[in-house]
């Protein structure tokens, strides 16, 4: 048999095998239709496509940080000789937190000062001899620049004392130690955290789009991964990065929240929301009811007994609802339970209870500024509302005498007999609601369901 020949019977069986596919599967769609037509309506649950008022949503992640956050480090080298805090507790600006061996400074300081007394004394004897005529212009002149040598080398010490006192330079929460008493540390050396804890500053990215719908002020609603799903955190956005980044075509932004009761961490992760434009006209229908299929989205909608397989395009989603942009009206009746026995044309009959027991909207608790606040962006400073009058400061810097005075000793305060205060909770003024407040309702600007 000639290759031609086969191959003609060959192409004759696979068009033959294509015919009695076509049939077959014809067949199938009637058998599977009497079936459908035979077979009783299904119980479903049923909810109306509603016209909401939402504003457009942007949703961005991000990082809670501190607005100002320092690693301690000394400036001099040394051994730690005192430790005046206890890891994890709050501190106030100018408390002590560690000295460095100061020994060899304070006697220093001591013999300064007694040079700075003779240069003193030395400079008014002259000073009236040479008013009475008796020490010539060039003997005052000596004694003047001695004087001001001595004043100017117990200040060098005092200076180079003050470095051995290391202080908080602002009101926070300090971390955990990294050295003890008796550890020798060098110059840089990382020796505790020291975060500012209210209000903090939250980092995020959102896309460039968005550029010209944002402005200093926007409110922003924080939810921490380590709070409960029902406390949001609103506060504001303080400053723009000054460019795009090119890789992500996003640009960063800082927002500031209040933190009253000192709960939130830096480091934290938390999913924001922002709203832009103005509450507008939305068709929204249960979550349930919205279908997905490679496709595309679908609901079912319901009239005349009879469930019709609708193509909808849907938008954002909010609480348990979701916005169609496209394929429903409002006051349109959609299937949001029992969907899976449906197909188009299908017979319904409405259940007479419900799967799913009607939900009330959860109960959220806004954690806001006071009334008055948020404060000036980059001005946290203003939150240390109650200075450390009593707290351990570093040593005062001498008082100086200028040439024309006389019967003036310098003084200078021992860093030994500074007293040291017990560390204290930081000012917690910033924020007035705290967890044990009633739920109340949501800030201006967000939409309302």
Do not use: C
Not at 281 to 288: K, N
Not at 321 to 349: C, F, H, M, N, R
Not at 382 to 404: E, H, M, R
Request: hydrophobic share 35%.
């Amino acid at each position: 048999m000639s290759r031609r020949r086969i191959a003609i019977y060959i192409g004759i069986a696979l068009l033959a095998a294509f015919v009695l596919f076509k049939i077959g599967e014809k067949v199938f769609i009637m058998i599977k239709m009497r079936g459908h037509r035979g077979m009783p309506p299904t119980p479903v649950e049923i909810a109306k496509a509603q016209q909401q008022q939402w504003q457009d949503q942007i949703h961005s992640t991000g990082t809670i940080s501190a607005i100002q956050g320092v690693m301690i480090a000394p400036q001099v080298s040394g051994q730690i000789t005192k430790i005046y805090f206890t890891s994890g507790t709050d501190v106030k600006k100018g408390d002590l937190l560690f000295q460095i061996y100061p020994d060899i400074l304070e006697a220093q300081l001591a013999n300064n000062k007694a040079a700075l007394s003779l240069a003193q004394v030395n400079y008014d004897r002259a000073t009236v001899l040479y008013q009475k005529k008796v020490a010539s212009k060039e003997q005052l002149d000596q004694y003047t620049t001695e004087l001001q040598q001595a004043q100017a080398n117990l200040a060098q010490t005092q200076a180079q004392l003050v470095q051995h006192n290391i202080v908080a330079p602002f009101s926070g929460r300090i971390g955990l130690k990294m050295v003890d008493e008796g550890n020798f540390v060098n110059v840089g050396q990382n020796l505790v955290s020291l975060q500012q804890m209210n209000p903090m500053r939250v980092d995020f990215y959102v896309p460039d789009r968005y550029i010209n719908s944002l402005k200093i002020g926007d409110a922003v609603e924080v939810k921490p991964s380590s709070a409960d799903d029902n406390t949001v955190y609103v506060g504001n956005v303080y400053a723009f990065n000054s460019n795009v980044d090119p890789d992500t075509r996003s640009f960063s932004m800082w927002a500031q929240i209040p933190n009253p009761d000192e709960d939130l961490i830096p480091g934290t992760y938390v999913d924001i929301t922002m709203y832009v434009g103005k509450p507008h006209p939305v068709i929204t229908v249960p979550q349930t009811a919205a279908l997905f299929s490679p496709q595309g989205e679908y609901v079912y909608t319901v009239a005349d007994g009879k469930a019709t397989k609708t193509q909808v395009t849907v938008g954002m989603r909010e609480n348990n609802w979701i916005e169609i942009k496209s394929g429903l009206k409002a006051g349109d009746t959609v299937v949001t339970a029992g969907q899976v026995k449906l197909y188009d044309g299908a017979p319904i009959v409405i259940a007479p209870t419900s799967t799913y027991a009607a939900e009330n909207p959860p109960a959220i608790k806004y954690v806001t500024f006071p009334k008055g606040q948020p404060l000036t962006p980059e001005e946290p400073t203003s939150l240390d509302i109650t200075t450390n009058s009593t707290g351990a400061t570093s040593p005062a810097p001498a008082t100086t005498t200028t040439p024309a005075s006389t019967n003036n000793t310098a003084t200078s305060t021992d860093a030994k007999s500074t007293s040291v205060a017990t560390p204290t909770d930081t000012n917690k003024a910033s924020s007035t609601t705290t967890k044990n407040v009633p739920v109340t309702t949501a800030p201006a600007g967000t939409k309302s369901n």
